[in-house]
């Protein structure tokens, strides 16, 4: 009974470390992804910026030869 017991207990020590792999590469994946979403966010709030100086520029542009 005691090589059950210990080929049981390495085989729950093995399971217990396979979990903690997928937990450990399921955090660093949301890592991942938070930084990715973080970066789009950045590139997003420069692009709608960027866009919001091209319409400013352009109303000014109408407005000096409309006059």
């Known amino acids: 009974t005691q090589g059950y ?3 049981a207990s390495d085989v729950y ?3 217990v470390q396979i979990e903690l792999g997928i937990i450990i590469i399921l955090l660093i994946l949301l890592a991942c992804q938070l930084s990715l979403l973080q970066k789009a966010s950045v590139w997003m709030e420069s692009g709608l910026r960027s ?10 542009v109408e407005d000096i030869s409309s006059i």
């Open 13 to 15: 020590k093995r399971q």
């Open 51 to 60: 866009a919001i100086q091209k319409e400013v520029l352009i109303f000014i």
């Open 5 to 7: 017991s210990s080929a």
